[in-house]
């Protein structure tokens, strides 16, 4: 069964998975367990996670890559603002959505559809009062993978 990813990586913080659509990412995703791959010899693919995995060893964060998404135009709005929010650095889900004319709520709501984890990095954005969620999860080992992605950039 052909689950259309066209390459995965096991990490520290789980497998990442890798789809791409007209030479351009538009699925990176973690997953527990190694999904099923197709036989893709892609060099992007390639190009890709090598500074994926070149991302978690050091905390540089993979700028430039291709990406390709697909939400709607409020999504991607927030996802372009999220783009400009360096390595190192966080918002609180209240400054961005200032800064855009909407609601916390709406800003954690384009966080949660991100369909390029790690590379639009809506880890970046925080709660008010402590590090918020990330993936739709509040709790539990997603927002362990959050803070430790944010102790990475603050290190690097």
Request: with cysteine; aromatic share 6%.
């Amino acid at each position: 069964m052909d689950t259309g990813f066209d390459s995965t990586l096991e990490t520290s913080i789980g497998w990442v998975a890798l789809r791409l659509q007209d030479e351009h990412v538009c699925e990176l995703t973690l997953l527990p367990e190694k999904p099923r791959v197709s036989d893709s010899d892609n060099p992007l693919a390639e190009k890709v996670m090598q500074r994926v995995r070149h991302y978690l060893d050091t905390g540089v964060w993979p700028q430039n890559l291709p990406l390709k998404t697909h939400g709607t135009e409020f999504q991607e709005r927030v996802w372009a603002a999220l783009m400009d929010i360096p390595a190192g650095h966080t918002v609180t889900y209240g400054e961005l959505a200032q800064r855009l004319g909407t609601s916390p709520r709406a800003i954690g709501g384009a966080c949660r559809a991100n369909p390029v984890l790690l590379l639009i990095p809506c880890h970046r954005v925080v709660a008010a009062h402590d590090k918020g969620g990330f993936a739709g999860y509040r709790s539990g080992p997603w927002v362990d993978i959050k803070r430790s992605l944010l102790q990475l950039e603050a290190d690097g």
